[in-house]
């Protein structure tokens, strides 16, 4: 089994300060973990994705995770929030075996005030 | 390269209707995912397809049922709809099934009304 928790529903920030997604999963195997964005009206858009190579992955639009087993999280920051950032946010769970299916969080709602 | 198109991307039904989505992967990919999103339940899991056999399904009624071409293209089925079928369809599309660390693409949705 496996599931994807993240930790907020609604994040605030202002433009120009740093964004921190938390997210926190559980997989009975090896995890390939991603976090999605989605922009009003839009369908998803893959930021990054980390499949057992390097613990940090980097992603688009500045974006990176950090990937810790001993925490069992893969929480998604960015240095700097820019306007065009306001969207939501959802951290997804791959994991070999039978369950292939993507499991999604239930979203991160973030909003960027200038 | 096109990416993954969904048509039509809104529509409005009757409850009891029945409905039909379309879904095209991107060229080569040969696995095909359906997802719901709803204000309520978020994203959920409905079936996956890979070369036109359905090797994965969520927890859903036998209301809701798909099927893969052997173009890779999808199609899904909603019979007898409910208001709460009421969503976000999303398709995804994939290289390869069985491989975690594939990366899903995402069409825009179609976005479904029951009235």
């Known amino acids: 089994a496996q599931s994807v928790t993240q930790l907020d529903s609604h994040v605030s920030v202002s433009e120009g300060t740093p964004v921190l997604l938390r997210c926190n999963y559980s997989s009975s195997y090896s995890p ?30 500045g974006f990176e995770a950090e990937f810790k087993k001993s925490e069992t999280s893969f929480h998604l920051t960015k240095p700097s929030a820019h306007m065009s950032d306001a969207a939501e946010y959802f951290c997804v769970v791959s994991s070999s075996g039978s369950a292939r299916q993507l499991t999604f969080g239930s979203g991160t709602q973030l909003t960027v005030l200038p | 390269k096109a990416g993954v198109t969904q048509t039509p991307r809104y529509l409005i039904k009757t409850r009891g209707q029945q409905v039909t989505l379309s879904c095209s992967p991107i060229s080569g990919h040969r696995s095909v995912s359906w997802y719901q999103q709803t204000p309520g ?31 890779s293209r999808s199609e899904m089925n909603v019979s007898t ?8 369809y999303l398709c995804a599309s994939k290289a390869l099934t069985g491989t975690a660390g594939g990366e899903a693409f995402f069409g825009q949705g179609t976005r479904l009304t029951v009235v």
């Not at chain 1, 390939?32 to 980390?50: R, T």
């Not at chain 2, 709809?81 to 976000?88: F, M, T, V």
């Open chain 2, 81 to 88: 709809l409910e208001l709460g079928d009421s969503a976000l």
């Open chain 1, 32 to 61: 390939s973990l991603f976090w999605y964005v989605q922009h009003p009206n839009k369908g998803l858009q893959l930021l990054l994705k980390y499949t057992s190579a390097a613990t940090l992955v980097k992603g688009i639009n």
């Open chain 2, 41 to 71: 339940q978020g994203l959920q899991f409905l079936f996956e397809y890979f070369s036109e056999t359905q090797r994965n399904k969520g927890n859903f009624p036998g209301r809701f049922s798909g099927r893969q071409f052997s173009n």
